[in-house]
DNA sequence: GGGAAGATGTTCT
DNA sequence: GAACATCTTCCCT
């Protein structure tokens, strides 16, 4: 895999802490996936943290099944699952073993290999709809069910931290997740202040 | 540009 | 049978 230009590997720790401190500090870095000899890339813009207590809308929430047993493996493995018959939604696992916590990835800014991204989703005109949601993101890297458990350390989805946003923090908004009803009054969304690629206002 | 409807597999009640 | 961490298409303004 083509790793971004200066950009560098996470520690595993860096997905062994609080989830919502991952959902937050993971705001700027890349998202690669390999697909058909390519990579693809893309910025990762929006977040929302699903927690192990005090959390119903997480799908841990009501303990382990065989959908939901990915989220409760060690932090810094892919927890992708299907939703409403139709799309896959990309999860990165946080914290220690036994858990089932985990950071949705909601929307990344396409930064290469946008040609694939494209026939990934044959009718989308414009760049800004490639992936500005979670079920596009998904369509657009070609993630599927059989992605789901990928160590991002050394899989075909991987994490890579941007020197330049550890550095340089985003400004980052905090508000309550999106599409859900329980558990919907918590401040569990973090996306990039002003960044056209989110995926709702 | 916005609201409603439909798609459709898996899990839970 | 209902709900579900969604997206697209169609029709209206």
Redesign the pocket.
Known sequence: MRKPRGSIKPQRNFFLRDTTLVAREILGHYLCVESSGKTLTGRIVET?A?MFRDDP???AS?GM????CT?FERGGVAYVY??????Y?L?VVCGPAGEGT?V?IRSVKPIDGLDEMHRN?P??KDDV?LAN????LTQAFGITGEDNGTDLSTGRIRIFLDPDVMRNKPEVVVAK??????GSEKPFRFYIKGNPYI?RK
Do not use: Q
């Open positions: 929302e699903y809308a997480c799908h009501r099944t065989d959908r939901n989220m299907f939703i409403y018959g139709v799309h939604c999860n985990a949705l989703r009718g989308i709809n949601g979670p079920g596009k997740r999106v599409g859900i009803v329980k995926s």
